[in-house]
């Protein structure tokens, strides 16, 4: 899989963008990868590992209610993270993802692999993705990290 963190903080400085990320199962790998590019800081706003459900309602404001009746593996809660971050912040990009990483963990409704990432970007609206990634713990979590990267520099590439 290619790696678009470069071209992400890139493309984000010449345009003046900021991005805030809400980690679970990617335990900050997202963070970690785009940090490591040179001038990552005048775009990098925020990186929060909500990794327990606890997390999720203490800095996210995802209701506990959500969580139960969803499950913190959901469409659902990944898109009431980006909500909690972005009333916390002005942003112009941000980034959530929610997961069972594995070895366990998973169901039949929900594998080991399952992971849910959703985006908003620049006033649009909030759209969620579904993959299943295969691998040991470390592998889907780096392709669930570079998937959210690859995948928002691919539709603001698109939409700007």
Known sequence: MENFSKKLIQYCIN???SISIAESCTGGMIVSKLITIPGASKVIDCGLVTYSNKAKQIYLDVPKFELEKYGAVSKQVAELMIYGLKNKNNSDIFISTT???GPGGGSKKKPVGTVFHSFYIRK???FTIK???EG???KIRLKASMFSINET????HSIM
């Open 15 to 17: 345009r003046g963008l």
């Open 99 to 101: 997961g069972i990483a």
């Open 124 to 126: 649009k609206n909030i």
């Open 131 to 133: 993959n299943f990634y």
């Open 136 to 138: 040991n713990r470390y």
């Open 153 to 156: 520099f691919k539709k603001l």
